[in-house]
Every structure is written in C-alpha cells, then in structure tokens.
C-alpha cells in the first residue's frame, strides 16, 4: 500500500484544518488506517483510525472533541478533520495503514509496530 498525504499547512489557534491520505495498491477492505502525530522532540503519537470494512473508529480522547476521521470508499482517501486547534497540535502527521485487527482495542491501535505502511508526512503547524 502506497500512502500519500497532504493537507497540512500553517494556521492560527482556534483554526480548523483537514488532512487527507491517498492509498493505492492494494484493496483497502482489509486494513485498518488512520493518524499517528509526531511533535519535535517527541515520539510518535496515535491520533486516529478507522477500519475500513466498517468504518468503525478510534479516536484518542485527548483529540476526540475537536478531531474526526472518515473515509471515501471511492476515492480511497482517510481525512482527518481538525477543529479548534491548538499550539499543542503542531507536529507532523503521518499516515497509516496496518491489519484491519489493530483496530480491536486501544493498545494495538496505538502501538507504531502495528502498522505496516506509512506515508511521508505532513508538517501542521500551529501558531498562538
């Protein structure tokens, strides 16, 4: 599976922001994909997934009131929209996609190894 990302960019606090993760390769209907965020000088961070067969998600609580994940089963993109975005966000957002089975509970959703393709990045910056 092929992953590219974009959509991200530099925006103010309060703003909303939406990025957007095209796949090619490979069916999707057997993985699970989503978000993974890493800020300078941290580790990598699971943001959100969604499972593709069922559009079933995981949103981390800390981002679940202001960020939502979907997909279109035609285009074969994953978004993530973010609203009301905060210094805090700033980082680079990765795209992923692994087994479908990551989804089934928190730890395996959040674990990087979990997942087998990853896209570039894209740089979020927000500023105060």
């Known amino acids: 599976v092929q992953l590219q990302a974009s959509g991200g960019g530099v925006v103010q606090a309060g703003d909303s922001l939406r990025l957007s993760c095209a796949a090619s390769g490979r069916t999707l209907s057997g993985y699970t994909m989503g978000w993974f965020r890493q800020a300078p000088g941290k580790g990598r961070e699971f943001a959100a997934i969604?499972?593709?067969?069922?559009?079933?998600?995981r949103i981390a609580d800390s981002l679940k009131d202001r960020f939502t994940i979907s997909r279109d089963n035609v285009e074969n993109t994953v978004s993530l929209q973010m609203s009301s975005l905060r210094p805090e966000d700033t980082a680079v957002y990765f795209c992923?996609?692994?087994?479908?089975?990551?989804?089934?509970?928190?730890?395996?959703?959040?674990?990087?190894?979990?997942?087998?393709?990853w896209g570039q990045g894209t740089q979020v910056t927000v500023s105060s």
């Open positions: 992923t996609a692994g087994p479908a089975g990551v989804w089934t509970s928190w730890r395996t959703a959040a674990a990087t190894g979990n997942y087998h393709y």
């Open positions: 969604i499972r593709w067969s069922s559009g079933v998600t």
